[in-house]
């Protein structure tokens, strides 16, 4: 458990499970514990090619400011807990071609912090705007950017992880072999598929390809933020992303944090999932349109205020 009373401000709002707090991550985490962590699960400003209201760096400054909270991701984290990266990519300015500061990053977490890749994930997002719109839908030269590369890594080589959490739903074809049996046979492919193949094990395993449309217009989040004429935080990642990492990296009663909280989908999403959660975020407007995902479910988990005590987690 951890005692929250070290940090010197009050919580924006709380609840039983989880706090979120205003104010710059890579100060808040400094009164954290060693080894207290166990997901920090998050979606950092991206670099992109021009500046952004929510405070992303450019590409070649990226790799160094993010180092700075990667220092303090590895103090805070226990030895099996996870940290799970979502990231955009860029273009060079005013060029067709990439930025690669997402593999510098990752090259640079390995090397000198030590961390190991547990496996690479990809955000597929088919709704996603075709841009940039002056090589894709202008000059016709590229085609829509629609993944976000995901890194998932780890202290140790075995991080805690159960994908019998995250099981997908059977396809069509796998229910009829489940169902009327499954001769075992050498695939052309020189596979031997054994007797074992047709077990029911509740669910099929998902791949790393995670398919989710961020298509959310009209949710009571953004319902509930105009009402109140506060700006919706822009670059939100689905609830199923975050869903997804929490069930398959955490157990209930674990420790998610997100240091950089935008409208608190993680903190939301460990609520939901009965984890304990902290999330940090340096823009106030963001952190109080956040409220209203948990006003949502209000009636199961009751907010406090300000002013209330500060809470152990």
């Not at 979120?20 to 920090?40: H, N, T």
């Not at 000198?112 to 000059?139: C, D, I, M």
């Not at 506060?230 to 199923?240: E, G, Q, T």
Request: proline letters at 7%.
């Amino acid at each position: 458990m951890i005692d929250l009373s070290r940090v010197p401000t009050d919580p924006y709002y709380q609840t039983d499970n989880g706090a979120a707090y205003l104010g710059d991550s890579l100060e808040l985490m400094q009164y954290l514990p060693d080894e207290s962590v166990d997901l920090i699960l998050t979606s950092p400003p991206f670099a992109l090619t021009r500046r952004k209201e929510y405070g992303n760096k450019s590409a070649d400054e990226y790799v160094e400011w993010f180092l700075h909270f990667a220092h303090q991701f590895k103090r805070i984290m226990r030895e099996n807990a996870s940290l799970v990266i979502d990231l955009g990519g860029a273009y060079l300015p005013g060029y067709p071609v990439r930025a690669i500061y997402q593999f510098e990053l990752l090259v640079r977490l390995c090397k000198e912090l030590g961390f190991f890749l547990a496996q690479e994930f990809y955000h597929y997002n088919p709704s996603k705007l075709p841009t940039p719109a002056e090589w894709v839908t202008v000059r016709r030269i590229r085609v829509k950017d629609a993944v976000n590369v995901v890194w998932w890594l780890s202290l140790t080589e075995y991080p805690k992880a159960n994908n019998r959490s995250v099981l997908k739903p059977y396809s069509e074809s796998m229910k009829y072999l489940l169902e009327n049996g499954y001769k075992p046979k050498m695939r052309p492919s020189g596979h031997d598929i054994s007797d074992k193949f047709q077990k029911d094990n509740s669910g099929a395993i998902p791949s790393n390809l995670l398919e989710l449309a961020n298509t959310e217009s009209n949710s009571a989040y953004l319902r509930r933020c105009k009402q109140a004429g506060i700006k919706p935080h822009p670059a939100r990642f689905p609830l199923d992303f975050a869903r997804f990492f929490v069930d398959f990296l955490t157990e209930k009663g674990d420790l998610v944090l997100d240091p950089f909280a935008g409208s608190n989908t993680t903190g939301h999403c460990a609520e939901i999932s009965g984890r304990k959660w902290l999330a940090f975020e340096i823009n106030e407007s963001y952190l109080q349109g956040s409220l209203y995902r948990f006003q949502e479910v209000n009636d199961l988990f009751p907010l406090r205020s300000k002013n209330a005590s500060t809470p152990q987690i």
